[in-house]
């Protein structure tokens, strides 16, 4: 198989490419993965083995119909990761996020038919939903996204279904609750906290911490998304859920402990606009349909990218302070 994997030099993106090398997925130890990413701010080459006889890298922007008219002939599949994923970002401008979430989707599957791709991956964020009280979101919730992130993942979503429903383009989607693990941007909550407290910082918590994020490790994550690749029904929509459920209060009282400091660390800054309360998924039919669900636990997964982001300062300091969005600004999960 020839597998395309767009955005495959960011966080999630990348360790789906390195998974996918490395033999960690039935089927796929024969795999030649190409990576197409336009390498912003939030992708790096550095997360992918250079050098390996399976792998070749392009730098392209999905919305650049010339370049996507070079990659994809001759590949069987894509895994569309490509996104622009920072949700404060999208609140001070939008434009970047609508071009390359929505025109960049409708790019990409106007190049998957005409170039025979035979299968597609269109992975998405719980965020579309909005926010639920309680319970948890099904595939069939309505969307109803508030930021303009989110409206963008929305839309590129309706674009994927709609592809289906019209071209009949084999196409799954799927939608994860926030993801963390090593190598993630210092720009997102988890390595923003655990990077500031390594270095002294304060950290930035939003309004009153109430707010509540389910927690998915990236290698679960990416482990579900080769089952849909693999076993999921063309049109159809899977939750990822982590299924572990904290407020901001909490995920930064456990990172606090890990870091060997105390509240004394932490800086109440003001809300987010539309910022949502709760995010929820219910992974029943991934789990019914293909036997998935998460392995790693929240207690270790932590425990690792703390002990990653304190054994590793060369990998991240340059990235965090090289600019773009201010360390005031978390972001809890997105899918980049």
Not at 274 to 302: A, F, V
Request: charged fraction near 25%.
């Amino acid at each position: 198989m020839r597998l395309l994997v767009t955005g495959g030099a960011g966080f999630i993106g990348s360790y789906f490419a390195r998974s996918l090398l490395h033999g960690s997925y039935a089927g796929h130890t024969e795999t030649r993965v190409t990576v197409l990413d336009k390498l912003t701010y939030a992708g790096s080459r550095d997360r992918l083995p250079a050098t390996h006889p399976r792998l070749e890298f392009v730098q392209g922007d999905i919305c650049d119909t010339e370049a996507l008219a070079r990659v994809l002939p001759g590949h069987d599949a894509v895994v569309h990761f490509a996104a622009e994923s920072h949700v404060d970002r999208s609140v001070g401008s939008a434009a970047e996020f609508v071009r390359t979430n929505v025109r960049g989707t409708q790019a990409l599957l106007d190049a998957c038919l005409e170039y025979g791709v035979g299968r597609v991956v269109h992975v998405s964020t719980d965020e579309v939903y909005g926010s639920i009280a309680e319970g948890s979101w099904t595939e069939e919730s309505p969307l109803l996204p508030n930021s303009p992130y989110a409206a963008s993942k929305a839309g590129s979503d309706l674009i994927a279904r709609a592809y289906h429903r019209t071209h009949g383009l084999n196409v799954s989607i799927t939608r994860c609750s926030n993801n963390y693990g090593q190598h993630q941007h210092p720009e997102k909550l988890i390595p923003l906290f655990v990077t500031n407290l390594l270095e002294g910082e304060p950290v930035p918590l939003y309004g009153d911490g109430r707010n509540v994020r389910e927690w998915l490790h990236v290698d679960d994550h990416c482990r579900a998304v080769a089952l849909v690749l693999d076993g999921g029904r063309p049109g159809e929509v899977y939750n990822i859920a982590g299924g572990s459920e904290l407020t901001n209060l909490e995920m930064t009282e456990r990172l606090l402990s890990l870091c060997d400091a105390d509240w004394s660390r932490v800086r109440r800054v003001a809300d987010r606009k539309g910022h949502d309360l709760r995010y929820s998924l219910d992974g029943t039919k991934l789990r019914d349909e293909l036997g998935y669900t998460p392995r790693i636990t929240l207690e270790d997964g932590l425990a690792g990218v703390v002990d990653w982001y304190r054994d590793n300062p060369g990998r991240w300091k340059s990235i965090k302070h090289a600019g773009g969005p201010p360390a005031r600004a978390p972001k809890e999960g997105g899918i980049r």
